[in-house]
């Protein structure tokens, strides 16, 4: 056995993949803790309006003993506990409820900016489709007998792992084609394979590498099939085209359901795949996808998700291959499959572990909740803060009104209980995402 290495190290298709990723990464932008900001201005308010107070007091001709009290008053009162707990605790339970929905969160930043999103990408085989091609048809273009056509085809296809390749290897064992030997097989990015089998030079390509070297095909069946949302591989031995071969990809049950729920969100549907305008056309119809993005390369399917980004939406994609990995850490919210590669996975900012599409929807949905939740504790915080400083202060005090340092620690205690209860209601949104459907029993 005679192996033929022509690439090596950062010339390798996946050293290239890992370069978009790095890439990528080193260009998103970096959210900022906005509650931890929060927390230290309160502090620098806490410390300047208790000093401020404490001086107040003195110069309006009150003892040393009552400014004292109304100092600690107020920086008791102002300690920013709950400021400071306003997001950790909905962090806290919106993490353990998305752990125990089957949706692990890899990169809280990008969880949370998943209210924003305005579109989702889809890839479509293995994501939107089973990924499973059965033949539909075989074509001759020449004299070759369709069997003995699909025998060569066949047997280049068994060195590659991409499901149309497992899909025509599958439909030729079913109708008891035997295989012919592979030697020196070559993966061509995005357009196929190709090797030599029995001293022949034999590819199977996409259409698109026949327009790239100006292969016209005119088959009424061809397009027939074409036109009812096929996939077409095309047979090339010794550069001489001899007929092609019709795939079906069967689309998910639950591709249809997390579409239109999306879709109900307000949230454009919109898909990406390296196959046919034609393919592509039909399954967004099936699916009423807003968009769809035809005979994209591995490599751009990351400017699909930039042109996407250019419309001024906020990106989601979601994949489950190695070529969807520099798209997935391009978009705003990268979301993997969890049956997908590791590639992927290790790309994502979430990671579906039951691999459902429809849990697409309540990762969004929970985002959203749990975004309002902390908008609600950030603003009792400060809202309590606003009203019980000055009051500690003793802007009250000409008419009788009070508050000691007793009082205040119960009150700052209290404000804090009321932000973790807040937090610990998050948990409704657990019913959120049952209701997504996405929640099966084990």
């Known amino acids: 056995m005679t192996l033929d290495v022509r690439k090596t190290g950062d010339q390798t298709y996946l050293s290239q993949v890992i370069a978009l990723v790095k890439r990528a990464q080193e260009t998103r932008s970096r959210t900022q803790d906005l509650a931890n900001r929060a927390a ?29 009290e109304r100092m600690v008053t107020v920086m008791v009162i102002a300690c920013p506990h709950a400021l400071g707990l306003a997001v950790p ?12 929905s089957g949706l692990l969160i890899r990169n809280r930043a990008a969880f949370e900016r998943a209210r924003t999103v305005g579109a989702v ?5 293995g994501t939107l489709t089973e990924g499973r091609f059965g033949i539909s048809g075989v074509i001759t273009l020449s004299d ?24 025509v290897v599958r439909g030729a064992r079913e109708r008891g084609v035997k295989l012919k030997p592979v030697q020196e097989f070559k993966n061509l990015a995005g357009r196929g394979a190709e090797a030599v089998i029995e001293r022949h030079g034999v590819r199977v390509v996409s259409p698109g590498y026949l ?31 001899v007929g092609a071969v019709a795939l079906a990809d069967v689309i998910r049950k639950e591709s249809f359901d997390a ?40 490599h751009q399917k990351l400017e699909k998700v930039r042109e996407v980004k250019a419309r001024g939406l906020t990106v989601a994609m ?25 590639v992927a996975v290790e790309s994502a900012d979430v990671v579906l572990v039951r691999s459902d599409r429809r849990d697409v929807v309540a990762i969004l949905a929970l985002s959203r909740a749990t ?6 504790n950030l603003l009792w915080a400060t809202g309590y803060n606003s009203f019980a400083i000055p009051l500690a202060a003793g802007v009250a005090y000409p008419w009788g009104i009070v508050i000691s340092p007793a009082i205040g620690a119960a009150l700052m205690s209290l404000s804090t209980i009321i932000v973790a209860i807040n937090a610990q209601l998050l948990g409704r949104a657990r019913k959120l995402v049952a209701s997504t459907g996405a929640a099966v029993s084990a």
């Open 40 to 68: 230290l201005w309160l502090t620098y308010i806490a410390l300047s309006v208790g000093g401020a107070t404490f001086a107040a007091w003195l110069g309006l001709g009150y003892g040393f003993t009552q400014a004292i």
């Open 89 to 100: 605790l909905v962090v806290a339970v919106s993490t353990r409820l998305t752990a125990q």
């Open 121 to 125: 990408l889809f890839d479509k085989t």
């Open 144 to 167: 070759l007998p369709g069997d003995e056509m699909l025998a060569w085809a066949a047997g280049l296809e068994t060195q590659s792992e991409h499901p149309i390749a497992q899909g």
């Open 211 to 241: 327009r790239e070297h100006g292969l016209a095909v005119r088959n009424e069946r061809i397009q027939k099939l074409g036109d009812e949302g096929n996939t077409i591989v095309y047979v090339l031995i010794d550069d001489t085209l």
């Open 259 to 298: 579409v239109a729920r999306l879709k109900a969100m307000g949230i454009r549907c919109m898909m990406v795949t390296g196959d046919a305008a034609v393919v592509a056309k039909s399954v967004a119809a099936r699916l009423g996808l807003d968009d769809y993005f035809a005979e994209v390369l591995p």
């Open 318 to 342: 979601i994949g489950d291959g190695v070529n969807d990995a520099p798209a997935l850490v391009e978009s705003d919210l990268g979301i993997a499959i969890g049956a997908g590669t590791e």
């Open 371 to 376: 975004y309002s939740k902390m908008i609600q």
